[in-house]
């Protein structure tokens, strides 16, 4: 066993469902009852900011309340015996919070805002609580949205993402459709060399090469097990 090996997790929605957060495509094609178009991009953030605000709002307490699963504690136990660094999808903190200390957002964190002007990227502002509100602004005046990324928005922590798949000696790839871009065109980073596996109860039928093992379970349950043999796997080497 070497702590100079690397295990990356790339987690979507899936990951968090057993701790009661809803996916994003398994059900109604509703997030939450709502279109995306409505909440989830700067044209809705234009045409009503306290809508998306009430709205993020909202998905925070949800986040705040709900607690992390047995899949988060297995991915943090996984520090004992390698390196892992973690690449979400989801914008809540459950990894963080179940202990594991490397994890990088790729589109965005919940409980972090962000100015809504043009200097966006440059600090994101922790929420104290559950609410961001119309009179919050950045140092230049600017109303605070979410820390969120949208539809048709960039994705500015993807080059660091990508980065970090290509060094994956062990890639687990969990509870993500892989079906949207550009996050899902991630996996093709990893190298040919690493053990790769997709965890998820459509592991079957999900788009991903011929060298993934597939594990068609929820993640709780993929994940269990799994320490025992990441583990003979990475000493054998
Ligand atoms: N354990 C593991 N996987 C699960 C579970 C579970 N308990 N329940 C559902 N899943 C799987 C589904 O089979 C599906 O493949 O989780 C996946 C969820 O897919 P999506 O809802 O599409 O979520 P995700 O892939 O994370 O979406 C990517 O889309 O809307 C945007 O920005 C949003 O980050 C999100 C991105």
Not at 3 to 17: D, E, H, L
Not at 102 to 113: A, D, Q, T
Not at 154 to 175: R, Y
């Amino acid at each position: 066993m070497s702590k100079t090996q690397t295990i990356v997790v790339f987690s979507g929605a899936g990951m968090s469902a057993e701790s009661g957060i809803k996916t994003f495509r398994d059900v109604d094609g509703l997030w939450e009852n709502h279109r995306v178009e409505d909440v989830a991009t700067p044209e809705a953030w234009l045409k009503n900011p306290n809508m998306v605000t009430k709205f993020y709002n909202e998905r925070r307490i949800s986040i705040i309340e709900a607690t992390p699963n047995e899949a988060h504690f297995a991915i943090t136990k996984l520090e004992s015996i390698s390196n892992v660094d973690i690449v979400t999808q989801n914008i809540d903190d459950l990894h963080e919070r179940a202990g594991s200390t490397s994890v990088h957002h790729l589109h965005g964190n919940i409980r972090y805002s962000k100015s809504s002007g043009p200097n966006q990227e440059r600090e994101y502002y922790r929420i104290d609580g559950f609410e961001l509100t119309e009179s919050d602004v950045c140092p230049e005046g600017f109303r605070l949205r979410p820390h969120v990324v949208w539809f048709g928005e960039s994705v500015p922590a993807f080059e660091n993402a990508a980065a970090i798949l290509e060094k994956a000696d062990v890639l687990i790839v969990i509870g993500t459709s892989l079906q949207v871009y550009p996050a899902a065109g991630l996996i093709d980073f990893a190298q040919n060399a690493a053990h790769k596996f997709i965890i998820d109860p459509k592991a079957d039928i999900l788009s991903v090469p011929d060298d993934y093992r597939r594990v068609s379970a929820k993640a709780t349950e993929g994940m269990l097990g799994f320490f025992d043999e990441i583990k003979n796997m990475l000493s054998d080497e």
